[in-house]
């Protein structure tokens, strides 16, 4: 059993809600409540009413689905939503087809029911999978028509009361209605809370790279790069103080040298082990695990090499872990690693009491967001024995991005035929719904509607053929009316709130339903798919309350249309032949059932474009400051550490000297001093470009200023009057335009010249303008240096824009909005 | 050694590192310079071609690096003494380095005096 990190009695923790799949094990719950009041009933007119073996076949089949439904609870809890989800489809469809088999009239109330699966998968499910169910659902659904209209049953109804038919339909059919919208709701719900939580994570990523930037450079600054102040000055005064135990003094130096180099190697070590980008996860851990104090045990089992921000971010976790160790003084720790094809990791978890004491829920925060960004999930994990330990996990597509392509694209299975079968159904679907990126818009929706009721006339023409009737004029005036009323709310659509025009469409398309209904009554068994469709429809706009106005309200429409199909109508549908009445319903049942999963499907889409933006936005995130840390740690190692080495054998070189030829050591004590200069220079460069210190204390004017000075291309600042901003916005506008004054310095040619603007109007905005050569727009794309820009300013809810023609320089506008009352950062994500 | 004096050749791929290791063997009576190569490959081919008794290498340089390099030299020329250099300590680097047969000593140890007390010990 596994719980979100930490614990969640103990606070706020970064909860991950949508990865919690407690809409699925309601449902099951609901599912299983539900078939027993079904079996009651059964049972009851069983005893009572209809003493027929069919139905002991029914119950017995009912108990086979509540088996079913009880593995399909197991398996959310052993946290596989998506094959329970599976289970219990199969589960229904399988339910639906016996009991409509035995008894026709059951179509009534199953289309609906046939569909809640399909919701309830949504946010669970990737576009393959849901693609795939919502066919394999549409089809079924076609079956049950089919078995409901065509079918003689086995005789059954024939012994039962009508009365009893009549009143399981009415009181069944709401229910479902009302759990189809209820599901809807919570797809989308589950779905937005998902994308804000992946935005806070960003941007709670962003800050904690910031504090790590920080945190590095003082450390450079105030560990290596002051020793070396130090052994500089000493190394001054041998040289012109010409002191009267030189050989003492270079003794000194030495010691002090190889400290700082100790202390340098250190930190070189804790940014990115060279190991790691050598040797991989496992020998790097092995590394750690030596020089830990605690006794450790490293389990690796069938690892191979991953992507560098994967390989840094298990890593860093299990170290950090095992630095926790470390501090409590535990006795022993182990670290598993596997690889299964998903990458699972444990190490040890903090005690209970830290876990409580921990009430913000920060402890392990920043890990379980970078675990995140890469794709995974770090959790606590209460073991087989009882103890609680970390636990990261890593799926396939996250640690083979380039071979299993995108999470949420095609992936190819094995070649089983039932799999091609399934996703020949999927591919179909998603070709059909493709909608790619584009947030479900209103006006999609109303426009289908607009279809189906424009759809209905060349039907009713059709009909008008077999049964003339004067009832259809009725019939297509009506179905006219709606059409225009739909057209003008389409028309309407952009200047009216979305809310508004969806629920004014939404109510025209179930006033509709309910004429149909009442003119030809065989129509009810669709009439509660088709006044679900717009509510599924509606979900995305609909503020909590309205859609809880809007749910009883078709709830009870459902109720009506229900009561208004037991009513004998106006005598259209006995004109009609059988067969053309068989036909009308299964094709009404499946094209309902299309255009409900379609709108589910739409918001899907929508929203995973959103998702999966934020996510791989996440994931360069990572990747961007894995890269860096890298580069740091080569610099470090190829640079400044070299130096100090070389430094300290020099000593050793003129302490020799000293003794015997007083004159070449002068030039060895020259070369000593040059070394250890050149290392200062390195380090104090190194931590500059890491986190400029004078941003913090004097301001992103002066500290561009200062950048501009260094700039190898001609650049200016101008700001006026512009206010201090929080320092994730300021370090994140310093280092696009730094990024901007890189690329033109690259890009621009020699004569070109820099401007940079900052101005402080709704926020903070800034522009970079080059007079150098420009560039298509077209070639833009690509590279780490825009797309770093973009990533770092949209995590702090700004916006970025490159303005550019060949020979026309490059403008780069951004802008970020000003931060609320409480100091929150804007959001992009809102329901409307 | 035909001065008396041992031959050192010095590998780094770094050449102000290098400067370094030169004046060290300057300083020391007993050695002399043989020569200087930047990366494993270059070192095999000066001892293939010319006497020399001890090597100082980097263990981290393009190509094969330091310690394949060692090894090489050990197996061919198994009375050339090699001393692998590094800036990490001897945990951090990788597991060759023990088997290789070659001396392990950190650049910031590194001296006169270490240099004859490696040799003393290998060459007493």
Redesign the interface.
Known sequence: MARPLPVAATGSPPRAPWTEPTGVRTFIRLNLAALVIAAAVLGAVRLWLVPSHWIDLLLLAFLAVGVCLARAHALVDADRPVAAVVLVAAANWAIAVAATAIAPSAFNVLPLILLLPSLLAVPYMNRVWLAALNAATIVVTGVVAALGRLSPGVGIEAMTPGWVLDALTVSFVPIGAGMASYLAWKDHSAMTAKARDLERSRRRLVAATDGERRRIARSLREGPERQLTEAFEQIQLLRTGRPANPTQLLGALTAQ??DA?AEL?ELT?GIY???LT??GIEQALR?AA??CSVPTTVKATGLTRYPPEVEATVYFCCLRALQDAEAREATSAVIDLTDDGQLVFKAPAPPPAALAADAQGNLYMDLADRVYAVGGILRLHVEADGGLRLHGRIPRTALHPERTGNANGWWEPGVTSLARLWFFFARQWDRAGRNDGAEPSVSTGIRALVAAAAGSLPLIAAVSVVVPDAWLLVLAASTAVVWLLLRRVLRAAHRLPDRTAVLAAATVFCGYVLVVTLLIPITASCAPTMMVIPVILAVPYLPHRRFLVTMAATIAAVTVAVVAGRLPGVGLQEQAPEWFADLAIIELAVLNSTLALFFAWENQVGMSALTRGLHESARRIVAATERERQRIERDL??GA??????A??????A???LAGQPEPAYE?LR?LSE?VADARAELRDLAHGIYPSQLARRGLAEALDDAAKRAPTRATVSATDLSRHPPLIELSVYFCCLEALQNAAKHAGEAASVTITLTDLDGLTFDVRDTGLGCDPATLRGGHGLTNMQDRLTAVGGTLAVHTAPGAGVHVHGHVPMVDEDGRLPSAIGRG | MSSGRASVLIVDD?P??R???R??VA??ERFELAGEAASGEEAISVVERQPVDLVLMDVKMPGIGGIAAADHLRRRHPDVVVVLLS???A??L?AGLLTCGAEFCH????????LESLWRDRCP
């Open positions: 040298l190889q180099n190697r070590h082990p060279a190991q050598e040797h590394t030596r020089l190692h190829d550490q070299q130096r100090i080495v070389a300290a054998v020099e000593t050793r070189v302490q020799r000297l060895t070369r070394h | 770094l102000a590192f400067r370094t290791l004046d060290v300083v020391c800036v990490n300590p945990h951090a990788p650049k910031d140890r590194f001296g006169p005096e270490m």
